[in-house]
């Protein structure tokens, strides 16, 4: 069984490519989450071995579940997705313990490479 990562973004359209890109190169989608505060939530029951993470999203945005994630487990890798390259953002995200951060629209050969950088 390959690594499993859990998949979380407000797009569901954002979820399925994410979760077929991930799931062709021989990851388990560990589960899903619509907003930050599910995120957490499902973080928590499944241990998953990374997140992947929308930062603009309702009820608790990525950066905020990012920081509870990394409070409950020091060592979780998360990586950050957004639209927007929005240079503050990243900036908090990594200082936030963020591994990498991918920039939607995203090529599947990026997101593999950033997978691959935190979890191998």
Same mark, same amino acid.
């Given at each position: 069984?390959? *690594?499993?990562? #859990?998949?979380?973004? /407000?797009?569901?359209?954002?979820? =399925?490519?994410?979760?077929?890109? @991930?799931? +062709?190169?021989?990851?388990?989608?560990?589960?899903?989450?619509?907003?930050?505060?599910?995120?957490?939530?499902?973080?928590?029951?499944? *241990?998953?071995? #990374?997140?992947?993470? /929308?930062?603009?999203?309702?009820? =608790?945005?990525?950066?905020?579940? @990012?920081? +509870?994630?990394?409070?409950?487990?020091?060592?979780?890798?998360?990586?950050?997705?957004?639209?927007?390259?929005?240079?503050?953002?990243?900036?908090?995200?990594?200082?936030?313990?963020?591994?990498?951060?991918?920039?939607?629209?995203?090529?599947?050969?990026?997101?593999?490479?950033?997978?691959?950088?935190?979890?191998?």
């Amino acid at each position: 069984m390959g *690594k499993s990562i #859990l998949i979380c973004d /407000d797009a569901a359209f954002m979820r =399925m490519m994410i979760k077929d890109i @991930l799931s +062709k190169n021989g990851y388990t989608i560990a589960g899903e989450a619509e907003n930050g505060a599910k995120a957490v939530e499902k973080f928590n029951e499944v *241990k998953p071995d #990374l997140v992947m993470m /929308d930062i603009t999203m309702p009820e =608790m945005d990525g950066i905020q579940a @990012l920081k +509870k994630i990394k409070s409950v487990d020091a060592d979780a890798n998360v990586i950050m997705c957004s639209a927007m390259g929005q240079q503050a953002m990243v900036i908090e995200s990594i200082q936030s313990g963020a591994k990498d951060f991918i920039v939607k629209p995203f090529q599947a050969d990026r997101v593999l490479e950033a997978v691959k950088k935190a979890i191998g």
